[in-house]
């Protein structure tokens, strides 16, 4: 339920102030925050404990989320919010109730409507006598506003293998959104040599799943990043389990449809996704559209996809299993077989037709690696050794989509990616053998937060085989860093010093460029 409120005269935009800017630096540098971040930072709140967060912004409102924690909660509990325009809540935008369901989660996921067009906004939640952390928000811009767009893609937040310095140093850019790519948990024991610990061995159950959310989101630092702006997601494999592939699991047992369900519904119950992407439970293994087409003003078009739920299972696994394997060409016809499809024949048909000529850039927000990459000499009497589980193993799926990208001439289409715990740039070609073919579209494909990547000399040893990489660097950290103008897409390769220092220094490692109409990244 919700009632919007007049708006007052139009002040100056708090956000946008560069002595606000300045102040959030100093406090961060200094171990402080204003009172928005300081109440996102402590958890001191039982009954909101995971913090709050925003996500899938319109021009006229956006999901505000958060979950109620503590012993004794009711079956049903009404939940009351408030959007302001000012940080003390004294101009209230709009304020409504959310009932809070026990089979749910307790989770809330508020949808506040007829706010105005490109603007921040702060949020709160008070239910049972406690009143939640401070979020701040903001809406998309108006669908024919000229605007500018600074974002970030972040992936693979593996608790067990690192501290969060990459959201401490995000939580304090001036981001307008954050695209979240996929391995939100991980579904793993954590090992004997970890450096810090979760609870529980392998996730099966639906509350197992819910107790892995709340470790990860007891994190200050996570906690930061998600009051501070709003975030677009996707999920990978490690929400449900490594490798899977629709209703396959990776061991191919029998209870993987409950298990995947268990998955979605706790996915759902600890992320500010809309009601339109509650699972249906009564489907096996339950379904959620989660793909999907979101404006930015008439600067961009982000359209995010699901590479797991509606995928063939992988080529060649190992024998009596399913999930990845590496192999060479010649010995997996099935790699060459053009029926199968990473994203479901339902999905490729919207994405053809969800392409925007409208829109200087099309944002592709997925989840991995989607320039070929070679472990072998593609030239070679093998033919070349790839990885099953990402597009290499779908690469006639990975050919219609470049295809029809090609044929629509797009000068302004992105790739944005994770998964493979490491920093790529490429080039996007019409022909990955060819070099000199056209090049398509640019990629950015972002490392990890945290979880651990590949010996940086396996990645050096196999740059010769993949001479579309422009950066590929495996033994980095962090996220990668945006801002987006009509004119061009400045990207910005953000790496921690050290992974296992929560307030270890954050530094751009490589920056690069792309100009609007002209595919392909540049070095600055």
């Given amino acids: 339920m919700t009632y919007a409120l007049p708006r007052p005269p ?28 300081r109440h996102a930072l402590a958890a001191d709140q039982p009954r909101f404990e995971l913090g709050v967060s925003s996500g899938f912004p319109r021009p006229d409102g956006m999901v505000l989320w958060t979950l109620l924690t503590g012993p004794a909660l009711p079956e049903r509990v009404e ?26 989660g307790h989770s809330v996921h508020a949808e506040p409507a007829g706010l105005d067009a490109g603007r921040w906004y702060f949020y709160r939640f008070e239910a ?45 850019e001036p981001l307008d959104l954050l695209l979240f790519l996929g391995d939100y948990i991980y579904e793993y024991p954590s090992p004997p040599t970890a450096p810090r610990f979760h609870e529980g061995s392998w996730l099966r159950t639906l509350d197992d799943y819910r107790a892995r959310y709340a470790t990860y989101q007891r994190d200050p630092q996570l906690q930061a990043a998600h009051a501070a702006f709003p975030w677009l997601l996707v999920w990978d494999d490690h929400e449900v ?23 979605y519904q706790a996915y759902w119950e600890h992320l500010p996704l809309p009601r339109s992407m509650r699972p249906r439970l009564d489907a096996p293994g339950a379904e959620s559209r ?52 990473l994203l479901g024949e339902a999905q490729e048909r919207w994405l053809a037709g969800a392409w925007s000529s409208g829109h200087p850039w099309n944002l592709l927000a997925q989840q991995t690696l989607m320039s070929r990459f070679a472990w072998s000499d593609p030239a070679g009497a093998d033919g070349g050794q790839y990885w099953t589980d990402g597009w290499d193993g779908y690469a006639p799926a990975r050919q219609r989509l470049l295809n029809d990208l090609a044929s629509r001439k797009l000068g302004g289409a992105v790739v944005l990616g994770g998964d493979v715990h490491a920093h790529y740039v490429s080039d ?40 579309h990489l422009r950066f590929a660097r495996a033994d980095q950290r962090g996220y990668v860093s945006f801002s987006l103008s009509a004119a061009s897409l400045q990207a910005r390769l953000m790496a921690v010093a050290d992974p296992l220092d929560a307030n270890s220094p954050v530094a751009i490692a490589a920056r690069f460029h792309v100009e609007a109409g002209r595919p392909g990244a540049q070095p600055d």
């Avoid at 408030?82 to 089979?103: P, S």
């Avoid at 793909?291 to 930015?296: E, L, N, P, Q, V």
């Avoid at 003003?297 to 009596?320: K, Y």
């Fill in 10 to 37: 139009a002040g100056p935009d708090r956000r946008t102030d560069p002595r606000r800017r300045a102040l959030l630096a100093a406090a961060l540098a200094a171990g402080a925050a204003p009172a928005f971040l």
């Fill in 79 to 104: 939940v009351r919010w408030e959007v302001a325009r000012d940080e003390a809540f004294r101009d209230i935008a709009a304020r409504g109730t959310e009932n809070a369901e026990a089979a749910w």
């Fill in 128 to 172: 049972l006598g406690a009143r939640s952390a401070i979020g701040r928000t903001r809406t998309a811009p108006a669908s024919d506003a000229e605007a500018t767009l600074n974002f970030a893609i972040a992936s693979c937040q593996r608790y067990d293998h690192g501290r969060y310095a990459a959201w401490r140093q995000a939580a304090s």
């Fill in 241 to 263: 389990e490594n490798d899977y592939a629709g209703l396959q699991g990776n061991q191919l047992q029998s209870w993987f449809p409950a298990q995947r369900a268990a998955a």
């Fill in 290 to 341: 989660i793909y999907g087409a979101h404006d930015w003003g008439r600067l961009a078009r982000i359209l995010l996809l699901d590479d797991r739920q509606w995928r063939d299972p992988q080529a060649c696994p190992r024998p009596g299993r399913g999930g990845s394997n590496t192999v060479a060409l010649k010995d997996c016809a099935s790699l060459a077989d053009p029926r199968r499809t």
């Fill in 428 to 467: 996007l070609k019409a022909d990955f053998a060819d070099p000199r073919s056209a090049t398509l579209a640019t990629e950015f494909c972002g490392t990890s937060i945290t979880s651990q990547g590949l010996e940086q000399a396996r990645i050096d040893a196999a740059r010769g085989f993949n001479p």
